[in-house]
């Protein structure tokens, strides 16, 4: 417990840096305290919610990967990657196209297709006799490859200026973030993220083996529904407000595991905190790597992950 | 007290355990042997609520299995299965620290008490040297300690045990069943151990139970019913049965 506590006081420093650094720089450099009423604007009204949100979408992917990597006993599963993040988008998409602007149809949209998603890949990748890695990294690729078509069919629909802000917010994007969605991401990370780490004793049964979780006490039919529920729903309103940034969920627990070790107590809740300053890092890169142009976060995010992604299949 | 009433499991129409009758007694160790697939992991899976029963009953000291939760089961009866290898890097006192999750709130960290158990487990098991070490850097004969010493610290008081010494050399194989006795004769647990092994059966047990296709077919002390007939009947092998002259136990010799 001590130990935790002086894991999430480092964590929470490392993350005000990063806030703090990513307020002040970028292709312009901004202050609170500037005369200059532009510069006061791009901090309060452009950079303020873009950081948050990024904060937000970054803890809650990383929350996300962190749990359902115990449940399923794969340092692999990703919400990117297992396809739940395109559910989410596809989701979102649908939202938009049949409600238009209507405010709560795609955080809702969102979830259901995330949680559509992860109904679906867990049901193909398991068998009667339990679940292997190439099972589920297939069932996540062909999910994903599946939901991406589709989600490109939808984007037939969409006139040429609103198909390129579409395209950036589908590799990840934060540039579009607004106050409204910084509430709604805030809230899903924060209620995710206590319901998943109250699920975090028995994730590390569920870690080593379906068979030892219910042999030492484990209603494993509930821990499964309770972290696919949360996880659906924190990734639903990540995507809803700023697209499928992949890799988040894969890279930052196998950090906290490299460095703390696999006790989800740890792993679990201080993946949010170190998936938020992840991210809002991710997003300054994106910012000033080709300024006065940006790249999509989840570019970022990718060139980081991918190569990650076949160190750890190669180790598996 | 771990009793079984008659029970059947059926998986998917296929009955796969019939009509089983067992008793796991404080104090004793009792060996179910038979072929593979004849229904042992069923049975012992049946013992513990985790494989459903369509027929009769199983009750924990009186009180019918399916009524309790994972939680009040896991308190009394501790499970040694056939261990798997984690794709996390886990120490031993983590993993070990596991087998306390039905104490705790789940959000919970470990209390005194909890650390107080494993401790007492790991130096039990002779694994006090490495209580950080990771387990997948150990050898087949210290995981298969380590699990048991999870399953010592539940403190459950019923232990099963799905053939814990498969893999295992000669030393750790009878590590594993001194250890078990152990805690039979000086602390009253009851045991059930799946072996392959009938001359550990025979050393150890008080009462072998042998299976063949799902159906429990001689029970008894293992003087009375490991004979070659028997033994005939549930592996299809000859064998030669005479008295190990260290213990005065009886020893099975395969002809081959």
Known sequence: ?316 | MLEARDISVKYGGTTVLADANLRLSPGKITAIVGANGAGKTTLIKALNGAAPISAGEILLDGKAINSLSRSEIAREVAVVAQETESRFPVSVREFVLTGRFAYGSSFGWENERDIEAADRAIADCDLREFPDRLMNDLSGGERQRVVLARALASEGRVLLLDEPTANLDLANQTLMFRLVLERCRKQDYSAAIITHDLNLAAEFADEVVMLVKGRIVHSGKPAEILNAKNIREIFNVEVILDTNPSSGKARVTQVY
């Not at chain 1, 999430?8 to 703090?20: D, N, R």
């Not at chain 1, 297992?82 to 559910?87: C, E, K, P, Q, R």
């Not at chain 1, 589920?136 to 490859?145: A, F, M, N």
């Not at chain 1, 993220?193 to 042999?215: C, P, W, Y």
Request: charge should be positive; glycine fraction near 8%; proline fraction near 3%.
């Open chain 1, 1 to 316: 417990m001590k130990r935790a506590a002086k894991i999430a006081m480092i964590l929470i420093a490392v993350l005000a840096a990063a806030v703090a650094a990513a307020l002040l720089f970028g292709a312009e450099w901004a202050s609170p305290f500037s005369q200059d009423p532009g510069r006061q604007a791009i901090f309060f009204d452009i950079r303020l919610p873009r950081v948050l949100l990024g904060a937000c979408v970054g803890a809650s992917l990383a929350v996300a990967g962190a749990a359902l990597q115990a449940l399923l006993r794969n340092p692999l599963a990703e919400p990117y990657l297992l396809g739940v993040s395109n559910g989410a988008a596809l989701g979102t998409m649908l939202a938009f196209v049949v409600f238009g602007n209507y405010v709560f149809a795609r955080p809702l949209l969102a979830f259901t297709g995330a949680a559509a998603a992860s109904v679906l890949v867990y049901s193909l990748a398991k068998t009667r006799a339990g679940m292997n890695v190439e099972r589920l990294v297939l069932s996540g690729v062909i999910v994903t490859t599946f939901l991406s078509s589709v989600i490109i069919m939808l984007t037939t629909l969409l006139d040429a200026a609103r198909l390129r802000s579409f395209t950036f917010w589908l590799l990840g994007d934060l540039s579009q973030a607004t106050w409204s969605g910084v509430y709604l991401s805030f809230g899903a990370a924060v209620i995710a993220t206590i319901i998943l780490s109250s699920q975090s004793k028995a994730l590390n049964l569920m870690m080593l083996g379906e068979r030892d979780a219910v042999d030492f006490g484990v209603e494993t039919g509930r821990v499964r529904l309770v972290v696919f529920g949360a996880s659906s729903l924190v990734v639903g309103a990540a995507v809803a407000a700023s697209g499928s940034v992949g890799y988040v969920g894969l890279i930052v627990p196998h950090l906290l595991r490299l460095a703390f070790g696999s006790d989800n107590r740890i792993v679990v809740p201080m993946s949010a905190i170190a998936g938020a300053a992840f991210v809002v890092l991710a997003d300054l890169a994106a910012r000033v790597a080709i300024a006065p142009r940006e790249l999509p976060v989840g570019a970022v995010t990718a060139l980081l992950g991918a190569p990650l992604f076949i160190y750890l299949l190669r180790k598996n």
